[in-house]
């Protein structure tokens, strides 16, 4: 997966980033760096196909954030420390916030977009993000029943999970080995995974970012997979009424996990974002 060195950790306090820059072991002509920022509860590996399509022309960062792949997990977390997180990181990084275009996929889209609304970042991408948390029944379930009672019915492989996984994350038209390829990427993390880490979402219940989605002033991509049932193209179309300088594109055949199911599409409408950013300076 990675061409360019290997994955390294950074302090965030007392917690501990595992982080992963190309630019440790290739060179850039130009200052631009892409901050991936991943779902939940999502890893480093999500981004595969975007980190081997474009490291070799940009330099990128991607990261387990707090609580997830092999990054230390907390009990409790809050929208601060992801955002203090990300600023460690580009400190540390030694990089300018206005050289940076951050990338974030569901979760992810929600920091990216809180992060971007007190900085002036240099783009922005919103994969498959919402304005606000809206608990539905599993939400419910794995908040107040003990994991004896979900664990193994919501994140054990089974014949079960399978179906569920496929109907929830990704579209009908999506082939069976892309869908294969995700539960082989992602079945021991899930099945490692603390169960509370599964309760983040818990911690967020507030976050509510129709109200201040109009502060956001840089230039702001929104993407969307047609057929995503946990961040429907609504929630999409909510951000691009909302942010004031962006767009939406409908990736047609695609769900929630369009990183998976359209990579190559998904990182096409990337790069020329890039491109139009790089000509507008």
Known sequence: MFRCGKPFYIDVGNIKLNVYDSAEKCSYREKLALIFLHGLPGQISNWKHQVEYFERKYRIIVYDQRGF???DKPKKVSLNDYLQDLDKIIESRKLNTEDTILIG?????????????????????????????KPDIFDKIIWYLPPIFWRKILYKETPLTRRLY???FFSPSTPKEVFEEFIKDNKEYLERLPAYVFRYTRFFIDYDATKWLHEIK???????????????VSESKLLNKLIPNSRLIIIEDAGHLVLYEKPSELNGIIEEFIRELKYSM
Do not use: C, E, N, W
Request: charged fraction near 20%; hydrophobic fraction near 40%; glycine fraction near 12%.
């Open 69 to 71: 792949g092999i990054s």
């Open 105 to 133: 996929h569901s979760f992810g889209g929600m920091v990216a977009q809180a992060y971007a609304r007190t900085h002036k970042v240099k783009g922005l991408v919103l994969i498959g993000s919402l304005t606000k948390i």
């Open 166 to 168: 496929r109907r929830i």
């Open 218 to 232: 840089v230039p702001t991509l929104i993407i969307v997979g047609r057929d995503d049932k946990v961040t429907p």
